[in-house]
Nanobody, 118 residues
Framework: QVQLVESGGGLVQAGGSLRLSCAASGRRFSSYLMGWFRRAPGKEREFVGAISWSGGSTYYADSVKGRFTISKDNAKNTVYLQMNSLKPEDTASYYC???????????WGQGTQVTVSS
């Protein structure tokens, strides 16, 4: 059974930092892309970024480029989203997902809430 479990969300002031984790289990993800998405209240789900599990290539949305960094720990089967210089508009539920392309994701986590106060 595939499981993606996010953690690390919380409340932070604008300008602060948070690191989200996504622990993956249940299958081999070596050929997958691990993506991060977010959904703010009343808005559509938004792509944040992704990392190739095998090669480590990273991809970011323009809205987070230069502030967010995605990394992985192969030994722990865990992907991270380091979020710096947080803004109130980053407030959302954040989800990790595993997929075969940047636009096709087969597995999703349950999400973790990030709230940035001004």
């Amino acid at each position: 059974q595939v499981q993606l479990v996010e953690s690390g969300g919380g409340l932070v002031q604008a300008g602060g930092s948070l690191r989200l984790s996504c622990a993956a289990s249940g299958r081999r993800f070596s050929s997958y892309l691990m993506g991060w998405f977010r959904r703010a209240p009343g808005k559509e789900r938004e792509f944040v970024g992704a990392i190739s599990w095998s090669g480590g290539s990273t991809y970011y949305a323009d809205s987070v480029k230069g502030r967010f960094t995605i990394s992985k720990d192969n030994a722990k089967n865990t992907v991270y989203l380091q979020m710096n210089s947080l803004k109130p508009e980053d407030t959302a539920s954040y989800y990790c997902a595993a997929g075969t392309t940047l636009t096709t994701y087969n597995y999703w986590g349950q999400g973790t809430q990030v709230t940035v106060s001004s």
